[in-house]
């Protein structure tokens, strides 16, 4: 003998007879088209190998501070439209000050050592200069 379960209209379950499965379908939901955006999330950009080449004192130099600043700034470029995208990403915005933070130092240095070197790598990359040469 087989019993009935009766529900009413406004549940999500489905009557069913005894000892027969009937599947149960999900309720539908609303699909939102999603914005799709690309990042270069490599440390290392095109553009970024570009500008190191351009102040490279020898074939293999990573360490002069005209290579670590064009490195820091292709660091703060992709950061940022990283940041653009995922406002609320606190802990790269954390990293984004401390980028600017250490690009800062050691723009400070090479002012103090060398100014007219100074002066080529903020016009070359472009970056905002508060010192007027």
């Not at 799709?36 to 500008?51: E, G, L, P, R, Y």
């Not at 700034?73 to 995208?85: D, M, P, W």
């Not at 990293?95 to 250490?102: A, D, T």
Request: glycine share 4%; no cysteine.
């Amino acid at each position: 003998m087989a019993a009935i379960m009766s529900l009413s209209a406004s549940s999500n379950l489905k009557a069913a007879f005894v000892g027969k499965a009937v599947s149960q379908t999900a309720p539908t939901r609303a699909v939102f088209p999603r914005k799709m955006v690309i990042v270069n999330t490599s440390k290392k950009s095109s553009a970024s190998i570009a500008d190191v080449a351009q102040f490279q004192r020898k074939g293999a130099d990573t360490g002069s501070t005209e290579v670590q600043i064009a490195l820091l700034t292709s660091r703060v470029v992709n950061l940022t439209a990283h940041l653009k995208v995922h406002k609320k990403d606190y802990s790269t915005q954390r990293g984004l000050l401390q980028v600017l933070g250490q690009r800062k130092r050691l723009l400070d240095y090479l002012f103090k050592t060398n100014s007219t070197k100074y002066a080529e790598v903020v016009s070359t990359l472009g970056i905002r200069d508060k010192r007027a040469l």
